[in-house]
């Protein structure tokens, strides 16, 4: 608690009136990540009626980018918490149940489980891009703009009407 008061630049005693430990600065930390991550959640099921797929996977696909400045001790949070799995689960159930919402939305008469399995190639390109973004995973300069290429083309694919919905077996 100590460190977190001075990386806050706050005296501890103002950190301990408000929370009297870790586990409940933690617990705030999370409530305030899924509250604003709602919210950002809120604004893309507004807009996945209206906008195409190729601009609905720019909108998923930059969420996690468009966050991680503002979630950075949350993310550091998850990764020192080993004893938080079923948070961890519950934010990743979440977040694919909003993604799926969110391509349900752009395209009412896509499949549900069909929905589910975009959802989670989505989740994942969202994950790769932030870790391209802040050089945590293998990139270079144009990487990332080929992942974006990517999702917009993947999103099509499987969204517009007559979309195709397996990979043909050679």
């Known amino acids: 608690m100590a460190e977190i008061a001075a990386r806050a630049d706050a005296k501890i005693g103002s950190l301990y009136r408000f929370f009297p430990n870790k586990d409940a600065l933690a617990a705030a930390l999370t409530s305030q990540y899924s509250e604003a991550l709602r919210a950002e959640f809120d604004a893309i099921h507004a807009r996945a009626a ?91 300069p144009g990487a990332p703009d080929q992942l974006r290429l990517m999702n917009r083309l993947y999103l099509e694919a499987v969204l517009r009407p007559g979309r195709l919905t397996e990979l043909p077996i050679r």
């Open 50 to 140: 209206d906008a195409t797929p190729q601009e609905l996977g720019d909108i998923l696909i930059d969420l996690l980018v468009k966050r991680h400045p503002q979630t950075r001790a949350f993310a550091a949070l998850m990764d020192s918490r080993a004893d938080w799995p079923e948070v961890r689960l519950q934010l990743r159930t979440q977040t694919l149940a909003d993604i799926k919402t969110a391509l349900a939305t752009c395209a009412p008469d896509l499949d549900d489980k069909q929905a589910e399995d975009v959802a989670t190639v989505v989740l994942n390109n969202m994950k790769t891009m932030l870790g391209m973004t802040i050089n945590d995973a293998p990139t270079t």
